[in-house]
């Protein structure tokens, strides 16, 4: 279970405590060349994952009955978390969005065989975060 727990604790971190340090910033808060309201909705969203992260930090590490559904449920709220940041990359174009603004968070680049790629900030971590969600589901025993 420990496992299970440090794989979803950083997966609870990922999408809570991250965004609150990227985020509330001139990258994302503050961007002078956003609307108000799309600053407000991120302040909305960034704060909200920080209340949903610590219920799930509570879920993973409280004490109390249950301890295997608790764990379930937390990766149930990541999986919930992370499955509408996927919807809104592979849906961008429905709506206008884009994975970065320039003068947001830029892509890496790395050259990877001869090829120069391009590594968006966001979906790199959050894949990785993903992955984490995933190895979780596999220890987490079932009863």
Known sequence: MLIAQVLLTLATLGYSAVPALV???QTHATNPRWTPHARFHVVWQVS???GVGAIA?????G???LPI???WLALVIATAVYGGFFAAVFL????GGANHDENGVPPVYRTIFG??????ANITIFTI???LVGAAAIVIPVR
């Open 48 to 50: 909200s994952y920080l």
């Open 129 to 131: 975060m993903a992955l």
């Open 92 to 95: 961008k174009t429905l709506y």
């Open 23 to 25: 985020d509330f910033n």
């Open 115 to 120: 090829t120069r790629i391009g590594f968006d």
């Open 63 to 65: 004490p109390g009955p």
């Open 57 to 61: 930090l509570a879920l993973i590490w």
């Open 69 to 71: 559904e608790r764990l």
